[in-house]
């Protein structure tokens, strides 16, 4: 059993690629390095270098390694700057999944575990967002995302009686933090747990934006899972899929009841032992007071559950941080 992973070289993909291996399954890595890195691919792992948009490319690497599914996570993924770049976002996110498409088709390959976000939900009118929440992307990045679901829906209703049937799910989440090995961490410019980090070991005091919101302490409250958590996620979907499980279409990754951007401090502040009060700063117009998803649906059927918490998504986090400054 050996699945593809896009994008296998960056923070979440290389979190997922081990862990498939600890599942005992078969793995190969697609990823262009534009984001990713290397050296987060073990040695052993089979490694294509290459950009999913290389439909030959990918299809020959299927085929040579015999995969019988992919978990495709490689994509342009940062919101803010996809409204500066949106013909290179739909570029490489939606004519990136068409292209895997087809070569999984000319390969056949039947299974695909999509990488979706959050961000197809825009700025949800309730508090609570589950699988039935309107989406309303803001961002051609969430709009990218929510375009891919919509095609992997279709190809699936088109191949429903061909001898290569698509089956696919797509899992959305919020915010990915922590690590699940020291050698493995986020190097995003753009998240907030790296920002923290970075700002702390340089002597500067992380901004919380808004103090002032109908929340129990003031600030925005947020979902965030753990990356090892998430990873493990899609072993569950890819093995319901290979074993010819009907999943739905998509599945909310969350914590069901989120934090808030103080206790994000205080665990910082408390997880590196460095001691600091975070400036504040004004409200940032368009960040609504709490966004938290429910994750019951994919704890039925994906066996999804939080095993971490705050505390250890901080010190993981640092650990992995700590040990990429002194290597």
């Given at each position: ?15 997922v ?61 940062y919101?803010?700057v ?18 895997l ?24 009118s ?58 493995l ?38 979902d ?57 700063a ?7 007071a ?9 704890a ?23 040990a990429?400054?002194?290597?």
């Amino acid at each position: 059993m050996t699945w593809m992973v896009t994008g296998g070289a960056g923070y979440i993909g290389s979190h997922v690629v081990q862990a498939f291996r600890e599942a005992g399954m078969g793995v190969v890595v697609l990823d262009d390095l534009s984001s990713g890195h290397r050296e987060f691919v073990p040695g052993d792992v089979p490694f294509v270098r290459g950009s999913v948009l290389d439909e030959g490319l990918v299809t020959a690497a299927l085929r040579e390694h015999g995969c019988e599914g992919v978990v495709h996570l490689a994509g342009f993924k940062y919101a803010g700057v996809s409204v500066q770049r949106p013909l290179h976002t739909y570029a490489e996110n939606v004519s990136g999944t068409l292209s895997l498409l087809r070569a999984m088709a000319e390969a056949g390959v039947p299974s695909i575990v999509f990488s979706s976000s959050a961000a197809v939900y825009g700025t949800p009118s309730t508090d609570l967002v589950t699988e039935e929440t309107p989406t309303a992307p803001e961002s051609p990045y969430g709009e990218s995302k929510l375009v891919c679901e919509w095609i992997l829906r279709d190809q699936a209703r088109a191949t429903a009686d061909s001898p290569v049937p698509l089956r696919q799910t797509c899992l959305r989440y919020f915010n990915v933090v922590g690590s699940g090995s020291p050698e493995l961490y986020d190097t995003s410019p753009h998240n907030l747990f790296p920002l923290v980090l970075d700002a702390l070991v340089a002597g500067r005091r992380p901004k919380v934006f808004g103090t002032d919101y109908p929340t129990p302490d003031g600030s925005c409250v947020r979902d965030y899972i753990h990356v090892a958590d998430l990873a493990a996620s899609h072993v569950s979907a890819a093995r319901a899929l290979a074993g010819g499980r009907s999943l739905e279409p998509v599945y909310n990754l969350g914590s069901g009841t989120g934090s808030s951007v103080l206790e994000i401090m205080a665990a910082m502040s408390e997880g590196t032992g460095i001691a600091f009060e975070p400036e504040i700063a004004p409200r940032r117009a368009g960040d609504p007071a709490r966004i938290v998803a429910s994750g019951e649906l994919a704890a039925r059927d994906l066996g999804w559950r939080m095993t971490h918490d705050l505390t250890d998504m901080v010190a993981t986090a640092w650990r992995a941080r700590s040990a990429a400054a002194e290597s």
